[in-house]
């Protein structure tokens, strides 16, 4: 390959490629969703809950977060909660909130 389609392919991928790559990676950090877990058994409510390895004990933790569409609730197995919950966000139709 001569030089000059060498310099046209790099000037295509710089001019081209590389902007829409990084459009991309843009939209991705946007659809970027939580998981938050809840554990009456071990959990404890100063945790950050989002980790299975250290959730929330609490259904307190629930109505002070601001949830965004397509986050997680997971419970853990066995698990007992006395009370309820009122979530300020469902999600949208596209990206609903979602409990396991």
């Known amino acids: 390959m001569d030089m000059k389609w060498r310099f046209l392919i790099t000037q295509f991928?710089?001019?081209?490629?590389?902007?829409?790559?990084?459009?991309c990676c843009k939209e991705i950090d946007k659809i970027q969703v939580g998981h938050y877990?809840?554990?009456?058994?071990?959990?404890?409510?100063?945790?950050?809950?989002?980790?299975?390895y250290s959730p929330w004990k609490s259904?307190?933790?629930l109505e002070k977060m601001n949830?965004?569409?397509?986050?997680s609730l997971f419970?853990?197995?066995?698990?007992?909660?006395?009370?309820?919950?009122?979530?300020?966000?469902a999600g949208t139709k596209e990206g609903p909130m979602q409990l396991w």
């Open 75 to 89: 419970f853990a197995r066995g698990s007992e909660f006395k009370g309820g919950f009122i979530l300020k966000s």
């Open 59 to 61: 259904l307190n933790k």
């Open 13 to 23: 991928i710089t001019i081209i490629i590389l902007p829409l790559l990084l459009e």
């Open 67 to 71: 949830f965004q569409s397509g986050d």
């Open 37 to 52: 877990y809840l554990d009456s058994q071990t959990g404890n409510d100063d945790n950050i809950g989002t980790s299975a």
